[in-house]
Each structure stands twice: as structure tokens, then as C-alpha cells.
Nanobody, 122 residues
Framework: QVQLAESGGGLVQPGGSLRLSCAAS?????IGWFRQAPGKEREGVSC????????YYADSVKGRFTISRDHAKNTVYLQMNSLKPEDTAVYYC??????????????????WGQGTQVTVSS
């Protein structure tokens, strides 16, 4: 059974940093990070392919966020630097079986974590 567990969210001041973790059990596959702010659609933030050979970043986070994976721990990280108030959202990680290439579109993903709140505010 696939389980995803996000952690690392919290309250941070503008310009600060957070590192989100997505611990996966069940299988190794592509992982996507998404976020959803109140009243907005879920947005693809970043993703990493099954073999870490493909990564994607939304234009809004390029140069500030970095995605990485620790295969020994089956955990994907999202390092978020220079955070802005508009980064405030619930962040989710997601995956699907045998997904080699990742996608910023949420529709191919079958399994989702419970989400972790990120709030950027002074």
C-alpha cells in the first residue's frame, strides 16, 4: 500500500527558508510537489522523475526552490528559500505507480499526502 507523508511546513518570515519532506512507502516513482492556496486551484510547484534525471520547477519558484531525493530513505525534499507571502499554501506531495517522468499536472497522480501548511508572513 502506498503512503506519502509530508512534513516540514510552518510559519516563516518573508525571505526565510523551509525544507519540506515527503516520505514514501510502497514503491519508488516520480514525485510531484503541489500547493493550494485558499480560493485557488492546485498548482504544480516542482517534481522529480523516478531516476532523478528529470526535474521541473514552476516559473514562480525557479531559482528559489530545489527538489532532491534520498533513495536510501525513499524521501523527496523541497528546499524553499527566499520565501514570499505568495508562497503561502498547503503543500502536497503526490505519486503514481510506475511513473518514470514527472508532470506538473495533478491528474496523472494517484496517491497524495495529507498536506503541510506553509505560511509566509511577517
Amino acid at each position: 500500500q502506498v503512503q506519502l507523508a509530508e512534513s516540514g511546513g510552518g510559519l516563516v518570515q518573508p525571505g526565510g527558508s523551509l525544507r519540506l519532506s515527503c516520505a514514501a512507502s510502497g514503491f519508488t516513482s516520480a514525485i510531484g510537489w503541489f500547493r493550494q492556496a485558499p480560493g485557488k486551484e492546485r498548482e504544480g510547484v516542482s517534481c522529480i522523475g523516478m531516476s532523478d534525471d528529470v526535474t521541473y520547477y514552476a516559473d514562480s519558484v525557479k531559482g528559489r526552490f530545489t527538489i532532491s531525493r534520498d533513495h536510501a530513505k525513499n524521501t523527496v525534499y523541497l528546499q524553499m528559500n527566499s520565501l514570499k507571502p505568495e508562497d503561502t499554501a498547503v503543500y502536497y506531495c503526490a505519486t503514481a505507480a510506475f511513473m518514470r517522468l514527472c508532470s506538473p499536472d495533478p491528474s496523472p497522480y494517484d496517491y497524495w499526502g495529507q498536506g503541510t501548511q506553509v505560511t509566509v508572513s511577517s
